[in-house]
Every structure is written in structure tokens, then in C-alpha cells.
């Protein structure tokens, strides 16, 4: 018996550790409209709030603000007021949001205020809706009087930011070990921060969708097709770069596709609708943007507050001062509606009675239907729920004959 257990461990741990799903789901108590089920209906609700939250990091919940349960003909309406706390883990990650570690402070913490409408009748709870007001938890000024010398946040598509992710897209493509060139799937965040040995120096976090493309072929990478959904590896990268020394570390995470089933003789990839080389940022996956935004803007009216290289996490951490006539020219406006995902389905329906299966969990979709334009363009906001339908073009009534 010993010996049997044994020859399947090894079998075991490398399932565990190929699939990254090992640790279930926790359960997702039953809601009811009683006084004391605020706990319930609050992890139902970031359950809920994380299966369609598809974009940027995912949220733990941090505290129920307030808990109003409404009786009404066929069961009750439950009003919840939440704090979510922003994770180091990007959407990407297959880990369960609740075994993510929150964001420290050092780190520019991500804070999360929802408004959260939950039906029950017949003992059946469904989310109606929810919203979110998303903010960094400190403001530069803020946190310039707590870590004078701490990084700070810079508009996803800050063009000089843009250049640093650009050149760790291209040092990752020059893996000789990835099969396929890998495309941009989104900026999570840049950091930036003074150095007087480097100058002005950026930390970026980019999730990166696996292609088409062969690695080693002739096709520049950024014209390549991102795989389909349960095709597609992904990875998610750290890069830091200096802009007198140009890039400098890359360090990357992957996550394998959910369907590992190899192609038969002569079978290519199946091809899947997506809005080809667009973030939903409106980013070419080239990292330039092509919404005629060219000025660099700082996450908020306070500019960039204080500056330093990544701690040894690279998280973020100390250095040299900020020069003090460094200044911002002000956050460009967030444009580019998001782009369908690969099957042309956009994001994940509103199931609310539990947690997303792990496969659903797993994979996150990698091109986005809708994306909320939120204050702060740099962090991912919480978009409301439901989204609103997609506007389409104004079609002229037919002429009458």
C-alpha cells in the first residue's frame, strides 16, 4: 500500500502543479434574509464581484461597512456596503482570489468602496448589481510624508512607461524556450521612481497572452494573434528599466493553458474572433498608444509624491530623492472601449449563487468586452455591474417605398 501511495505521488504533485488548482474553492455559504447573514451575503457578493471583475488584480474582501436586509413579497432585498483590499494577484494567476496576499502599503495599496444589491427568494440569492468606487489607498502626498523615497504610480499608458514594457515584451519574446511569441494582453501597473546613479527609473507589471507564432519565425511579434482562450498560455512579468541604462531585469510567471490536448496530423490552431492588437486600454500590442495621448500623467492632482527602486520582492522599495522640479503633465483621458474576447462572448455571464468553478477561475478571459473609465487612469477600477450594453452605430430607418 506504502509503496503504491508512493508511485502516484510523484504523479499527483506534477497534476497539482501543471493545472495550479490544487487548493478547492472555499464554499460559499447559503444566503438567507436573516439579521446575522450579512457574512454570507458578503462573501457571496465578492465571489460574485471577482467572477466578472476580469481585468487588473483580483479583490479580497477586507470589511462589511454596512448590512440592510428589506423584506419583500417573495423573500428580501440585502443592501451590503464592502471594502475590498486590491491582491498581488493579476487576473491571470489560477490562484483563488481568497489565498491572494494583499497589497502593502509600500507597495501602493488598492482599496475598493462597493455598494452590492442581493435578491433572495425561495431561498435562491442573486446579485442585481453593484458598484465600485476604486482609489489607491493613499495619495502621493500622503505617501510621500510616510515613504518619502517609495515609488509612485503613473498612467497605465504613460508613453515613457509604455517604452519600458515594450522592451520586456521583446526580451521575453527572445526566450528561446517559449514555443510561441507572446503578445500584451494589459499593463497592470508602472511605477516610477528617481535614482541619481540612473535617473528616472520604471517598474512594470504586464500579463502577456501567448500566439500564433512560432518563435524564431520572420512575422514580427506584434502583428501575431493571441491563442484561444483555453489554448493560450499566459504569463505575467515584472520588468524595471532606467532611462539611462535602458531595460533591466524581466522576471515572468506562466500559467498553462486549460486545454493541453495536442493537435493531430495536419490540424492547425482553431482561429478565434478578438479585436486584433488592442488592449483595453487602446494600446496596439506593440506597448504605443493610439489614442493621441503623448503627455505622461500621474495617478492623481498630487503629482508624483516620492521615488525609489523596487524593495528585494521587486514590489517596490527605497532610494535615491526625487529631483525636485520633476512634475507631471497631468493624466491623459482613459480612452479604448475594450475589445470581445477570443469567442466573441465578451466577459463572464452573472451566475451569483457560488463561486466560479476552478476552470472558469483558472482562465480569465484575454481580451475584454467592456472596461469602465475610471478616475484614477493608474489602476484597474472595479467596473459596475451589470455592464452596459455595448453602443453601436446608429442605424437610419429604412425608406419607405
Request: with cysteine; hydrophobic share 25%.
Amino acid at each position: 500500500m506504502y509503496l503504491s501511495i508512493m508511485k502516484r505521488l510523484p504523479i499527483l504533485l506534477l497534476l497539482c502543479s501543471a493545472a495550479l488548482l490544487c487548493s478547492a474553492a472555499p464554499a460559499v455559504e447559503p444566503v438567507t434574509c436573516s439579521e446575522d447573514g450579512g457574512a454570507a451575503a458578503a462573501r457571496m457578493a465578492a465571489h460574485h464581484i471577482d467572477e466578472n471583475h476580469d481585468h487588473g488584480y483580483k479583490f479580497k474582501l477586507k470589511e462589511i461597512k454596512g448590512h440592510k436586509v428589506e423584506k419583500v413579497d417573495d423573500g428580501c432585498d440585502i443592501e451590503l456596503q464592502l471594502d475590498l483590499q486590491e491582491t498581488t494577484c493579476h487576473n491571470i494567476n489560477p490562484k483563488h482570489f481568497e489565498d491572494c496576499t494583499i497589497r502593502s502599503e509600500s507597495q501602493r495599496a488598492v482599496v475598493a468602496n462597493c455598494s452590492v444589491r442581493i435578491h433572495v427568494a425561495n431561498s435562491a440569492a442573486k446579485v442585481k448589481n453593484y458598484h465600485c468606487d476604486t482609489r489607491q489607498e493613499k495619495t502621493n502626498s500622503e505617501m510621500a510624508r510616510i515613504c518619502p523615497d517609495c515609488p509612485s504610480l503613473v498612467s497605465l499608458h504613460d508613453p515613457d512607461g509604455m517604452k519600458s514594457v515594450k522592451a520586456a515584451v521583446q526580451r521575453v519574446n527572445e526566450n528561446a524556450t517559449n514555443q510561441n511569441y507572446y503578445v500584451l494582453r494589459e499593463v497592470g501597473r508602472i511605477k516610477i521612481g528617481w535614482m541619481s546613479s540612473t535617473g528616472m527609473n520604471y517598474w512594470a507589471e504586464i500579463a502577456l497572452v501567448e500566439s500564433h507564432c512560432r518563435n524564431g519565425t520572420r512575422i514580427v511579434p506584434e502583428a501575431c494573434r493571441p491563442l484561444c482562450p483555453d489554448r493560450a498560455r499566459h504569463a505575467f512579468c515584472q520588468s524595471s528599466y532606467s532611462s539611462s541604462q535602458g531595460l533591466g531585469s524581466v522576471e515572468c510567471d506562466y500559467y498553462p493553458a486549460t486545454n493541453s490536448t495536442a493537435l493531430g496530423d495536419g490540424e492547425q490552431e482553431p482561429l478565434c474572433r478578438h479585436h486584433h492588437g488592442r488592449d483595453h486600454h487602446g494600446h496596439d500590442h506593440d506597448g504605443h498608444d493610439h489614442d493621441g495621448h503623448s503627455g505622461r500623467g500621474p495617478p492623481n492632482h498630487d503629482g508624483h509624491g516620492g521615488r525609489g527602486p523596487p524593495d528585494h520582492d521587486g514590489h517596490g522599495g527605497r532610494g535615491g530623492r526625487s529631483p525636485p522640479d520633476h512634475h507631471g503633465q497631468g493624466p491623459p483621458e482613459h480612452h479604448g472601449q475594450a475589445p470581445a474576447d477570443h469567442d466573441g462572448h465578451g466577459g463572464r455571464g452573472g451566475h451569483a449563487d457560488g463561486p466560479p468553478d476552478q476552470e472558469r477561475q483558472r482562465h480569465r478571459p484575454p481580451f475584454h468586452r467592456f472596461h469602465c473609465h475610471g478616475s484614477d487612469t493608474a489602476i484597474h477600477p472595479i467596473c459596475p455591474w451589470p455592464h452596459p450594453e455595448p453602443r453601436g452605430p446608429r442605424l437610419k430607418p429604412k425608406e419607405e417605398a
